[in-house]
Structures are given as C-alpha cells and as structure tokens.
C-alpha cells in the first residue's frame, strides 16, 4: 500500500473512532425518520473505503480463516430467521432497526479490516489520537450541557431538544437540580460505557492522566450500572496487574502519601463537594444528597429497581413455549411487549442485553450473539499476547459483560469496535505498550 493511501486509510480510521461517541448532532436536521448521526456518516464512507480497496487489491476475504466475518454472518442468518419465521412481525420499525444493527456489525469488522493494513507504530498513533481527541469532544459536550442546564433546559423537559434540528446540548438530570453530564451521547449510562472502554485503552497505553481525567467524568454521569461495571473491571485489572507484575517486596507506607497522590485526591474531592455545593446553592434544594442516595440506594421494591424486576419477570414468563425458546419472538420485539410498561415510547425495552436477546432470538440466537465473548476468552487464556494487552481486554470484556445486565448495547458503534479491536488485539500481537511520545505521533517499542 502506498504511503497516499495509508494516510488516508489512517485519518478516516481516527475519524471514525471519534465519531463513535458522538450522537447528539443529527446531518439530517430532523428531515428523516432516522437521525444521520456522525457514525452512520463516518461509516458510509469508510464502506467505501473498505470497497476501494477490495477491488484494488482484487483479494477477497476467505470466510474459513476470518473468525469475525463468520460470527457476523452466523449472527445475521439467525435474526434473520427469528424475524421472518416468527409469527409476530412488527413491521417497518423492526426492518429499520434490524437492518442498523447489521450496519453496525459490518462497519466495526470494516474498521478492523482496515485497521489491520497498518503498521504497528500508525496503529499506536491512532489509537493514542482517538484517546486524546475523544477526550477534549466529550469535555465540550460536557461544557454546554452545563451551559444549558443553568439555562432551565433539560433533554427530558424540551420539546425542541436539537438546536437548529442540528445539535443537542440539553442533558438529563436528577429531577431539576442535578445535571448528568454524557458527552455526545445522549443517555448518560451509555456515556459511562463508553469511558469505561476509554479508561482501560488509556491504561494501555500508558495515559495515566487521561486515565484519571476520564474516572472524573464517568462520576458526572450518576450511572449505577457504569460505575458498577467499571469498579469490577479496575478490580480485576488491579487483580492481573499484582498477580502479573508482583510489586517489589520493600513497600513503604510513606509511598501512599507520596504529594503528588495527594494532590490528585484531594483535587477528586473538592471538585466533587464543589460541583455538588454549586447546585445546592443554586437551586436552594437541601435534599439533593437524599435524591444522590436515593438513586444510588433505591431498592428492589421501588423506583427503577421495581420496574427492571418487573421486566424481567414479565420477559422469563412470555417464553413458556417450545418455538419462542427457541427462536423468540423476533428482532426488536421486545419494544411491543414493554408498552405495558412504557407507553408509546418506540425505545421500549427490557434493559437486559441477556434479557433482550434471549426474548427476541431465543436459545438459538443468544447463544451465537454471546459467543463472541467466548471467541475472545479462548484468544486471552490460548494466545500468546502482550501482558498488557491481555489484561486491559480482560478488564473492558468484565465490564462489558456487567453493563449488559443492565443496558442494551448492541446498535451502538463503540460496543461492536471495542469488541472486534479486543479479539484483533490478542491474534496479532500488534501493540506493545510501551508508549513513547514523539512530538505529534507515537511510537510504540
């Protein structure tokens, strides 16, 4: 590949991953049924990328030795069938949301494909961009959800939530006093998946600021299931990291008091208790802890907590035959049977990833779905790969596995990227961690 074509394989690559946490800017300005985010536009072209240089190279893709095509072909023929031989088919929506779906799978193994043509030292530097250049997008975002937040407007109080039909600013929030702040997504519990992986790819590259500055954001987000999901994939990251790189036997207690370490926490600390006392004051609402506990605390038997239990419970029961056991009721049908619970709303759902699949696609179907995670356990325990490496995929694979308890991830570009990067990661062996700036790129040793 000449060094014309690698430099535009390689901006459209950082473009992409950019754009994949960008979801508030609509290119269509409100004109379709379907919102022209920045990763369906980013992702058209990179399609045409991926054809330009099939055709160039005249070399076509060998199904038997590409393990994700194979995933991602099984995965469609599947929902494929549990749509057209089910008896319950919901029409234009289902076809719309059926056919993003596979958009998304076909454009993350693009954007591995692609990936893949780099060499070691240009995939470092655009992994190393995307972590930089994500990070001051979000902050921006971040900044004007707080702008219009002082301004009264909220995501879930405004009729016109897109400026222009354009761009959204307006956040959510803890009822009127609290903002939770996402970025460019637009549910904040997404927003605290998506750092997550951030997180853990800074690590990898030794971004240790960037690292912390990400943690700091994530807290914004007011996320159960994000902060959950997190804390159990830094512990088993710390897990790895001892049982791999033993600490040095001389450890001094001073160590922990080190100024610096210091510095960082107590900076954590303030940020937060000034954050919070700014919206006390502001609003003049003294029972604003309560609401913060409320919804860190809610039990089973109230608020959401009751709900998710509810949906649950009403998804296990609708599964009493032997068909939809087996090949469930269908892509996207989910959203029919959770309008006794959210009427009207078309983003209806059970806020299961395991839930969902397995109502919508039966045995059959969640079991391929979830192999993918099978597919990049057997390359982590049976591959030899950079320590480093294994254990940021490890700990991005335990948190992904937490928020699904929880959430829906499955049309979402970051979900299917993190994935697909995680199983090329391990196969190839390509990034060695240890990062080393040189004035605008890096270099991987």
Same mark, same amino acid.
């Given at each position: 590949?000449?060094?014309?074509?690698?430099?535009?394989?390689?901006?459209?690559? @950082?473009?992409? @991953?950019?754009?994949?946490?960008?979801?508030?800017?609509?290119?269509?300005?409100?004109?379709?049924?379907?919102?022209?985010?920045?990763?369906?536009?980013?992702?058209?072209?990179?399609? @045409?990328?991926?054809?330009?240089?099939?055709?160039?190279?005249?070399?076509?893709?060998?199904?038997?030795?590409?393990?994700?095509?194979?995933?991602?072909?099984?995965?469609?023929? $599947?929902?494929?069938?549990?749509?057209?031989?089910?008896?319950?088919?919901?029409?234009?929506?289902? !076809?719309?949301?059926? #056919?993003?779906?596979?958009? $998304?799978? $076909?454009?993350?193994?693009?954007?591995?494909?692609?990936?893949?043509?780099?060499?070691?030292?240009?995939?470092?530097?655009?992994?190393?961009?995307?972590?930089?250049?994500?990070?001051?997008?979000?902050?921006?975002?971040?900044?004007?959800?707080?702008?219009?937040?002082?301004?009264?407007?909220?995501?879930?109080?405004?009729?016109?939530?897109?400026?222009?039909?354009?761009?959204?600013?307006?956040?959510?929030?803890?009822?009127? #006093?609290?903002?939770?702040?996402?970025?460019?997504?637009?549910?904040?519990?997404?927003?605290?998946?998506?750092?997550?992986?951030?997180?853990?790819?800074?690590?990898?590259?030794?971004?240790?600021?960037?690292?912390?500055?990400?943690?700091?954001?994530? @807290?914004?987000? /007011?996320?159960?299931?994000?902060?959950?999901?997190? /804390?159990?994939? $830094?512990?088993?990251?710390?897990?790895?990291?001892?049982?791999?790189?033993?600490?040095?036997?001389?450890?001094?207690?001073?160590?922990?008091?080190?100024?610096?370490?210091?510095?960082?926490?107590?900076?954590?600390?303030?940020?937060? !208790?000034?954050?919070?006392?700014?919206?006390?004051?502001?609003?003049?609402?003294?029972?604003?802890?309560?609401?913060?506990?409320?919804?860190?605390?809610?039990?089973?038997?109230?608020?959401?907590?009751?709900?998710?239990?509810?949906?649950?419970?009403?998804?296990?029961?609708?599964?009493?035959?032997?068909?939809?056991?087996?090949?469930?009721?269908?892509?996207?049908?989910?959203?029919?049977?959770?309008?006794?619970?959210?009427?009207?709303?078309?983003?209806?759902?059970?806020?299961?990833?395991?839930?969902?699949?397995?109502?919508?696609?039966?045995?059959?179907?969640?079991?391929?779905?979830?192999?993918?995670?099978?597919?990049?356990?057997?390359?982590?325990?049976?591959?030899?790969?950079?320590?480093?490496?294994? !254990?940021?995929?490890?700990?991005?694979?335990?948190?992904?596995?937490?928020?699904?308890?929880?959430?829906?991830?499955?049309?979402?570009?970051?979900?299917?990227?993190?994935?697909?990067?995680?199983?090329?990661?391990?196969?190839?062996?390509?990034?060695?961690?240890?990062?080393?700036? !040189?004035?605008?790129?890096?270099?991987?040793?």
């Amino acid at each position: 590949m000449t060094i014309k074509y690698k430099k535009i394989y390689f901006y459209f690559l @950082l473009l992409f @991953l950019i754009s994949t946490s960008i979801y508030r800017i609509d290119f269509g300005f409100g004109k379709f049924s379907a919102k022209i985010t920045p990763p369906i536009l980013t992702s058209f072209f990179l399609s @045409l990328i991926f054809m330009f240089d099939i055709l160039k190279k005249r070399k076509f893709i060998s199904l038997y030795k590409d393990t994700l095509l194979t995933y991602i072909i099984a995965l469609t023929t $599947v929902f494929s069938v549990s749509i057209f031989l089910n008896i319950n088919f919901f029409g234009f929506l289902q !076809m719309k949301r059926f #056919f993003l779906f596979i958009f $998304v799978l $076909v454009s993350a193994y693009i954007f591995i494909y692609l990936f893949s043509s780099l060499s070691q030292n240009e995939k470092c530097n655009l992994l190393s961009k995307f972590i930089d250049i994500s990070l001051v997008i979000y902050t921006i975002f971040c900044i004007g959800e707080i702008y219009f937040f002082l301004q009264g407007k909220f995501f879930s109080t405004e009729d016109n939530k897109y400026l222009y039909n354009f761009i959204s600013f307006y956040p959510q929030s803890i009822a009127y #006093f609290f903002p939770r702040l996402s970025g460019g997504f637009i549910d904040p519990n997404l927003a605290s998946y998506y750092l997550t992986f951030l997180f853990f790819l800074s690590l990898l590259f030794n971004k240790r600021r960037s690292a912390f500055f990400i943690f700091v954001l994530l @807290l914004f987000t /007011l996320s159960r299931s994000g902060i959950a999901g997190f /804390l159990l994939g $830094v512990l088993f990251y710390t897990f790895f990291k001892n049982l791999i790189f033993p600490p040095k036997l001389k450890f001094k207690i001073a160590s922990l008091f080190k100024i610096n370490n210091l510095i960082k926490i107590i900076s954590l600390i303030i940020l937060i !208790m000034s954050f919070i006392s700014f919206f006390i004051y502001l609003f003049k609402e003294t029972d604003i802890l309560i609401a913060l506990s409320n919804r860190f605390g809610s039990d089973l038997h109230s608020g959401s907590g009751k709900i998710h239990l509810e949906l649950i419970s009403y998804a296990l029961l609708k599964l009493n035959k032997i068909l939809p056991l087996l090949i469930g009721y269908g892509f996207n049908s989910s959203y029919i049977f959770a309008q006794i619970f959210f009427p009207g709303n078309k983003y209806a759902n059970f806020h299961s990833e395991y839930i969902t699949t397995f109502f919508e696609e039966g045995a059959i179907g969640f079991i391929i779905y979830f192999s993918i995670y099978l597919i990049i356990l057997y390359s982590l325990i049976f591959r030899k790969s950079n320590p480093k490496v294994k !254990m940021a995929v490890f700990s991005i694979l335990i948190s992904f596995i937490t928020f699904n308890i929880f959430y829906q991830q499955f049309i979402f570009f970051y979900y299917w990227v993190g994935l697909f990067l995680a199983f090329h990661l391990l196969n190839t062996g390509a990034i060695r961690c240890n990062v080393v700036k !040189m004035g605008d790129n890096t270099k991987c040793k």
